[in-house]
């Protein structure tokens, strides 16, 4: 897919229009690219139209300008939206990319078909110390990659898959992260514990791989739980379930997106 420029933003996003009644939407994780979801742009082509967002300080989405932040990104999303006449789409996102799925949901509730959510946590329900373990975690790893990003990288591919085919391609892609991206992640916690939990509208489907953290996946059955949503846990992945099992991944998607 090609890649296009949102205006007055630095946002870099991919759209694959084939003229299908529905739009589905990918959202990466952190470190990586919308490069990441490579396997389901060829499953669901033709059976969806498809837009992938590079998000701020990852892949293509350099180019910020003075007051440009992370918290920006669902109002970007929403902008392409409105450029490509997007009424509605389904949400994909993995890890990071599942927060910024939630806070445009938050902010654009009208506009969310269904939300899947793999390796992330509720937005608007999550706990004081998990969240306070969370920055601790994302420190010691930024002290990584101060150092150097191929030990970072190298470090962060155990973490997040599981497969050596899908740790090889992690590594491939963070490997071009930029240092300089970091200073957009601090704007994270922004995002978190900001709206009231309400009532969704909206399908959710939340999940991880069988061989993330167990914290992930304790995170993920009470949420389940508490939403009375689907769930799955895909056994032989780990964090970033849909490049450890692509083809169990995009088969259960695709259910879910069928209900």
Known sequence: MEGLYLENSPVTYYIDDTNQREWLVFVHA??????????????FSGKYNLLAVDILGHGKSLNARKGDNIEKMSEW?????????????HFVGVSLGSVFIQDFANKYADKVLSLACFGGYDVNNFDAKRQKANSKGQMQMMFKAMLSIKWFAK????????TSQAQTEFYNLNIQFKKSSFRYLAGLQKLVNKYKKTPRQYKLLVGCGGHDIPAEI??????????????????????????????????YLEQFLQK
């Open 30 to 43: 952190a470190f990586v690219d919308s490069r990441m979801f490579q396997k389901q742009f060829e499953y």
């Open 77 to 89: 999303i929403g902008g392409i939206f409105q450029k490509h006449n997007i009424p509605a789409a």
């Open 155 to 162: 470090a962060n591919k155990k973490i997040s898959a599981y």
């Open 218 to 251: 304790e995170i993920v059955n009470e949420w389940a739980e508490y939403e009375h949503c689907d769930k799955v846990i895909f056994e032989g992945a780990g964090h970033c379930v849909n490049m450890d099992t692509p083809q169990q991944f995009n088969a």
